[in-house]
């Protein structure tokens, strides 16, 4: 049982009349066992926080959409956790050497690189809106590295981009220019 016990004053002054001291005893027992029902009360009625899934809204198959060459840039996440990325289309993308390998780092990734390809689209006199981000996962590349990209998409308030399966020329691409 907890108790809180003080001692009653000892002290005497001359010509004050003497009155008799009682001790306060104070139990907490009670105070203590309310204690922890209200924790066990907000324990149970709390909610835990639940994972949250972002939602992916995937295009029904139909007709290709045009896109202006300078507004499109492609990512491939491959192995190692490496990025192959181009402007435009492919084979101009690989004559104007307009294509490169990069990270996930915060510095010099593909963060990086999206944010200088808005950046030239606002020089350009272009919209950065109108910049289409085309992410083609393949085989190589872990669903961790599709989420990271996907983070940095939300990162860089890039509001157009696609999900679409890596092709064989962006295969070819990757092992021809050394990935």
């Known amino acids: 049982m907890a108790e809180i016990n003080t001692a009653a004053a000892q002290g005497h002054l001359p010509g004050v009349a003497k009155s008799k001291k009682l001790s306060t005893r104070v139990d907490l027992t009670p105070m203590v066992d309310l204690g922890f029902l209200l924790i066990t009360f907000f324990i149970f009625t709390t909610n835990m926080s639940k994972p949250t899934a972002m939602k992916l809204v995937m295009p029904k198959g139909g007709d290709e959409m045009p896109l202006g060459k300078s507004a499109a840039l492609t990512i491939c996440p491959i192995a190692g956790d490496k990025i192959f990325y181009y402007h435009g289309n492919l084979e101009e993308a690989l004559i104007n050497h ?82």
């Open 98 to 179: 307009q294509y490169g390998f990069t990270s996930y780092s915060l510095r010099g990734g593909i963060g990086s690189v999206i944010r200088e390809k808005q950046a030239a689209m606002d020089l350009a006199g272009k919209k950065r809106d109108d910049l289409m981000l085309i992410i083609k996962p393949g085989d190589m590349s872990s669903y961790r590295n599709t989420v990271d990209i996907l983070d940095e998409v939300m990162i860089n308030a890039v509001t157009r981009y696609a999900i679409v399966d890596i092709s064989k020329e962006d295969i070819a691409a990757v092992q021809q220019v050394g990935g």
